[in-house]
């Protein structure tokens, strides 16, 4: 029977930032939106909103973390593990009380999703939110899981970028903005360099396992740039940001965080050399959030 920090480890706690980092950086749209427009914020109505939206969010990735763990473990693809601990693949956990705990987490974050909704009266994102806990599913699970076709990369930037972070905005603002949408695409270049990290390590066993990753298809090298480009590349997409509210500047100062797992990635680092990259590249895309979020609310 796995222990209570066995299953803490199993639901990847550096992933976490993926979840919490879209919901700020909606967040602080929502707040620069409703500023903007002379309106003064009505904390009774924002902090609810946010709180769920958050909440949201962490069940989500907690769903699919141990739905991955599931998944993956009876296929056999986490039998020879390089990176963090796995409930299934280890033989610590039940593969059926792995898929309750998934099963669980992604029905939480349902519901709050629902009382998200029911909230701000937009109840046609039913339909996104439907599709958001079917995508976590089906990473790795079901006959035939898109992380399995190289497809894990795309529906993290739609589903923990464009969905999360216009999502949390809409339902503070109930609108879309361009500012929303260039910060979704950031967050979610942010969020799929935490997934880079995850396949480049895993391309030897993924391969064997017939996992075909974006980092199978596209190799060690091509990987490598990838990656660099989705850490360095939201720093460009929130200029325009930063021209209209120069204290939106204030996320420069996590461009240091993005420096350096972008050299240790490309001068070729490999297997266990790059768990600690995972968690720096969590730690960049939370403080990036929150730094925008704060420079958008000043």
Same mark, same amino acid.
């Given at each position: 029977m796995a222990s209570l920090?066995?299953?803490?480890?199993?639901?990847?706690?550096?992933?976490? /930032? +993926?979840? *919490?980092a879209p919901v700020a950086a909606g967040t602080g749209v929502a707040v620069r939106e409703i500023l903007a427009s002379g309106e003064s914020l009505g904390w009774g109505l924002l902090l609810p909103r946010v709180l769920l939206a958050l909440g949201v969010a962490l069940a989500l990735q907690v769903g699919v973390n141990y739905a991955n763990d599931y998944s993956d473990g009876i296929r056999g693809t986490d039998d020879d593990r390089v990176g963090p601990f796995r409930l299934t693949g280890s033989r610590s956990a039940e /593969? +059926?009380? *792995?898929?309750?705990a998934a099963i669980g987490a992604l029905a939480l974050g349902a519901l709050l999703g629902v009382v998200l909704i029911a909230i701000a009266g937009v109840w046609w994102m039913l339909v996104v939110g439907a599709a958001a806990v079917a995508a976590a599913w089906m990473y790795t699970g079901g006959k035939h899981p898109y992380g399995y076709l190289g497809l894990g990369e795309l529906f993290v930037f739609v589903f923990f970028g464009l969905v999360a972070v216009n999502g949390t905005a809409y339902a503070i603002t109930g609108g879309f903005s361009l500012s929303a949408l260039l910060v979704s695409c950031a967050i979610g270049l942010l969020a799929v360099s935490i997934?880079?990290?995850?396949?480049?390590?895993?391309?030897?066993?993924?391969?064997e396992a017939g996992k075909t990753t974006l980092a199978v298809r596209l190799g060690e090298r091509g990987t490598r740039l990838l990656f660099a480009v989705t850490v360095i590349a939201p720093f460009v997409l929130v200029v325009p940001l930063m021209v209209q509210h120069w204290p939106a500047a204030l996320v420069l100062l996590a461009l240091p965080l993005a420096i350096g797992p972008a050299r240790v990635v490309l001068r070729g680092a490999q297997g266990r050399a790059l768990i600690p990259v995972l968690g720096a590249a969590g730690r960049?895309?939370?403080?990036?959030?929150l730094l925008l979020l704060a420079g958008l609310c000043l």
């Open positions: 920090s066995q299953w803490v480890q199993g639901a990847r706690p550096r992933t976490l /930032p +993926a979840a *919490v /593969p +059926a009380t *792995v898929k309750r997934m880079l990290t995850n396949n480049l390590r895993d391309i030897p066993t993924d391969r960049l895309e939370l403080v990036f959030a």
